[in-house]
């Protein structure tokens, strides 16, 4: 029986007509060598919580819509320690890969740090929205950039009042909201891109998952999906996770053990030496 190995998969993949994406789902893992704190790691700021209330509560449209300013506070104060983060090696790898693959090349992200985007990404999928962006809280006009004139925060920084206007509906007068996707919400098109996501794990013929562990629906059954028409699924990650128990008993999937920045180089290696 012959072995399963990356460069088995890709090259089997390469070869065919059809479902021949290849395509990269990652998760916070990805970004952690650049120093922002993942969700659901040993470590994780979902796990930690914060001083004052569970990420469950306070990680919901719920929670904003009684406490917009505290939300927004804290939206800015993320924003600062994502600007302040640079991309890393997997996220110019990802870039590398792209370019080798061209219109194979398929990049669906959890994250909303915008580090793929500053990396040079393209071909990119960000499902749980981004810190770029905001929305009517009263779903009434279109997603536009955060304005520029509300600057990002420190930890104990309030937004002022002059912000605060720069924060309501132009249409309706509701507050803004940043443009994510909140625990107590649901994926769509038009915010996370569900359906782009998932006709692109249908083509897909090998799946890499990278540093995510899979607590959330849609990256779940983008991977089913690609196992579904065919296609190989290979997990990543430092430990096991809903991943793990969606690939038991399938033929279709690989499972290592190690860190991405570990394993991306030796990607890039084989699908160089396979497009050429």
């Avoid at 890709?10 to 969700?39: C, D, H, M, W």
Wanted: hydrophobic share 35%; glycine share 6%; charged share 30%.
């Amino acid at each position: 029986m012959e072995k399963i190995t990356i460069q088995s998969i890709v090259e089997k993949v390469l070869q065919k007509e059809y479902r021949n994406k290849i395509t990269f789902l990652t998760g916070a893992g990805i970004s952690s060598a650049s120093g922002i704190p993942t969700y659901r790691g040993s470590d994780g700021i979902w796990i930690k919580g914060t001083k004052f209330h569970k990420p469950e509560e306070f990680g919901t449209f719920e929670y904003f819509l009684k406490n917009p300013e505290e939300v927004w506070q804290f939206t800015m104060f993320r924003k600062k320690m994502f600007l302040e983060a640079k991309p890393n090696k997997n996220h110019e790898i990802l870039v590398e890969l792209e370019k080798e693959l061209g219109e194979r090349f398929h990049l669906i992200t959890q994250n909303i740090d915008n580090l793929h985007r500053r990396a040079g990404s393209e071909n990119l999928f960000e499902i749980h929205g981004n810190n770029r962006e905001m929305k009517c809280s009263n779903d009434c006009k279109e997603i536009i950039p955060i304005p520029k004139v509300i600057s990002p925060k420190n930890l104990e920084e309030d937004i002022t009042s002059q912000e605060i206007a720069q924060l309501k509906c132009k249409t309706c007068g509701s507050w803004m909201r940043p443009n994510l996707l909140w625990f107590d919400e649901y994926y769509n098109e038009k915010t996370h891109k569900k359906y782009s996501a998932l006709k692109v794990a249908k083509n897909t013929g090998v799946l890499f998952v990278l540093g995510t562990s899979g607590a959330t629906n849609l990256p779940m059954q983008i991977a089913r999906n690609v196992l579904k028409y065919g296609g190989f699924v290979i997990d990543i990650n430092l430990e096991n996770n809903h991943f793990t128990k969606l690939l038991e008993n399938k033929k279709n999937k690989l499972i290592i053990r190690d860190k991405s920045e570990n394993i991306l180089p030796e990607i890039l290696k084989i699908i160089k030496k396979a497009t050429y």
